[in-house]
């Protein structure tokens, strides 16, 4: 139940294109749902965040879908570019717990 | 201001050993959290400490422990190294322990166990 599935493990796209990746979740206790961006050589870094209240946030060329009856969300990157090229992950978290669970990444390549 | 660093950034061990790990927070942050990452597992929670308290523990055998200073650095301790611990560990910092406070991480350590 604590469990975040994420797909897909990777992703090849071209420049300019939609990128998107899935992530799913069971317990229904998470209340917080970050995505991190992380480049070779480095920590993941914070991307973008949802919480359940909203179905959909955008944040320039990324965007968080959520749908809380499925338990899913998916973050949509438009117009991808080289640069865009990392490994991402979502995770989840419940408030009362501090404690994130993540999903096992997807390697983004998006070609020139 | 300074982000948070990972000392050493490599290290390489054998079977049995131990060894200590040490992360330094963003100055102020007073919440540190410990992550493994390997590839196909992602990144999974070891601890978290706020105030010098453990708050919070993953599913990881006793081996792995770890402390928080009062000036909020902390390290994390692997006894008895195994094969399967080769992986990077990440420490994270924030503010304050309260999700959603938005959580840093520094670069990692890579740990080899051979």
């Known amino acids: 139940q604590q469990q975040v599935k994420q797909s897909p493990q990777s992703l090849i796209v071209q420049k300019g294109g939609i990128s998107i990746i899935n992530c799913a979740y069971e317990n229904t206790a998470f209340d917080y749902f970050p995505w991190y961006q992380q480049f070779p050589g480095k920590g993941p870094a914070l991307l973008i965040a949802i919480r359940p209240d909203v179905s959909e946030k955008k944040e320039g060329r990324f965007t968080i879908s959520f749908n809380k009856s499925a338990k899913q969300f998916s973050l949509h990157i438009m117009d991808s570019q080289p640069g865009d090229s990392a490994t991402y992950f979502c995770?989840?978290?419940?408030?009362?717990?501090?404690?994130?669970?993540f999903g096992t990444g997807t390697r983004l390549k998006v070609l020139a | 201001k300074a982000g948070v660093t990972q000392t050493p950034r490599y290290l390489i061990k054998t079977r049995g050993q131990q060894v200590t790990l040490s992360c330094s927070p963003i100055?102020?942050?007073?919440?540190v959290s410990w992550y493994q990452q390997t590839p196909g597992q992602g990144l999974q929670f070891l601890f978290e400490?706020?105030?010098?308290?453990?708050?919070n523990k993953g599913n990881f055998p006793g081996r792995f422990s770890g402390r928080q200073f009062s000036n909020s650095r902390s390290e994390m301790n692997v006894s008895t190294l195994e094969l399967g611990d080769s992986a990077l560990y990440l420490c994270?910092?924030?503010?304050?322990?309260?999700?959603?406070?938005?959580?840093?991480f520094g670069p990692g350590t890579r740990l080899t166990v051979l």
């Open positions: 100055s102020g942050h007073r919440s």
């Open positions: 400490y706020f105030s010098e308290t453990q708050r």
């Open positions: 994270a910092s924030s503010l304050t322990p309260v999700v959603p406070d938005t959580q840093y």
């Open positions: 995770a989840a978290s419940d408030s009362g717990t501090y404690k994130y669970i």
